[in-house]
């Protein structure tokens, strides 16, 4: 990577680059893409991208570069008493609940800055008022509630077409719950036991944090790493995660099993079918006959 310097950041914007800025995680990265592809199209080969550069790589295509935001010579964003460059456009996919970030990014972006609520108020419980994307009491997916807003500041909202990709195998992702509440690991184990016994192809995908001991199960550490085995197709079989979306980013037929959150609102995108504890049959013999069913 170049130098990045104050003297390089005064010198990479040409005053003409949309400085695209998305501070979220992975599944928030993969609802986006279809605001990226929308944003290409409007803007040219123009887009420079703002936040964690693990996931907006995965979406290197639609821009010129990405950058990380923990770098500190991108404070001048953040902070009333600095000073920095000038882009064309400032484009901002996130949550501004008071304002404060459309006041000072004017200051740095020639036209005028634009604000793309990443999720809507009401998507974590919350009531959801005044929201002109939302007609109310409907429920809107996140790409959708997005794609809406561009519409709305001119921009011409395209959506990603996923194209699914078949294949026999079957992909088991168990994953922890820290800060939500998940379907047990243990469950996993049991469900890669049960498919194995009925001949499907089906491996065991850990995450980091998670020490499974099962042999055979499988470990990547870098997220290309991750998108390239997802190329393979397969059916992805998880908790509401963000690596659910990836997978249903990269054409995987998903189940996913969501315990809090509203799966009409935060589904994976592409070929889903959408699990809710409490009230859908998420016993192992139940996800068993879904799975065999989808791979015969």
């Known amino acids: 990577m170049p130098g990045t310097g104050p003297q390089f950041l005064a010198g990479m914007s040409t005053g003409d680059e949309v400085l695209v800025v998305h501070l979220g995680g992975l599944g928030d990265v993969c609802l986006s893409e279809s605001v990226f592809l929308s944003l290409r ?8 991208a ?3 550069r693990r996931f907006l790589d995965l979406f290197g295509g639609y821009f010129v570069r990405t950058h990380g935001v923990e770098s500190r010579h ?16 400032i484009v901002f996919i996130g949550k501004d609940r008071h304002g404060s970030i459309r006041a000072r990014w004017k200051a740095h972006s020639i036209r ?3 604000f793309i ?13 005044d929201d002109e994307a ?13 794609l809406r807003q ?5 921009i011409e909202p395209a959506r990603k077409e996923i194209v699914p990709k078949g294949a026999r195998r079957v992909i088991l992702y168990a994953e922890e719950g820290f800060s939500k509440e998940k379907w047990p690991v243990e469950n996993f184990v049991a469900l890669r036991e049960m498919l194995g016994g009925a001949g499907v192809d089906v491996c065991l995908m850990r995450p980091p944090e998670e020490s499974l001991t099962v042999e055979g199960s499988l470990f990547f550490e870098d997220l290309a790493d991750v998108k390239e085995f997802f190329g393979g197709g397969g059916v992805f079989v998880s908790n509401d995660s963000g690596m659910a979306h990836l997978a249903g980013a990269s054409g995987l037929t998903t189940i996913t099993i969501f315990t809090g959150f509203d799966p009409a609102v935060w589904h994976p995108r592409g070929r889903n079918t959408s699990l809710r504890t409490r009230v859908d049959k998420v016993d192992i013999e139940s996800l068993a006959g879904m799975v065999v069913g989808i791979t015969r």
């Not at 991108?74 to 456009?89: I, N, Q, V």
Request: charged letters at 20%; hydrophobic letters at 35%; aromatic letters at 14%.
């Open 41 to 48: 199209r409007h803007f040219g080969d123009r887009l420079v």
């Open 50 to 52: 703002l936040g964690n």
């Open 74 to 89: 991108w404070l001048y964003l953040f902070s009333e008493k600095l000073t920095g460059p000038r882009w064309g456009t």
């Open 112 to 114: 005028e800055p634009v």
């Open 117 to 129: 609520e990443m999720y809507p108020e009401g998507a974590f419980g919350a009531p959801c008022l």
């Open 134 to 146: 939302i007609v109310p009491g409907e429920t809107v997916h996140i790409e959708d509630y997005q």
């Open 150 to 154: 561009l519409s709305r500041v001119g």
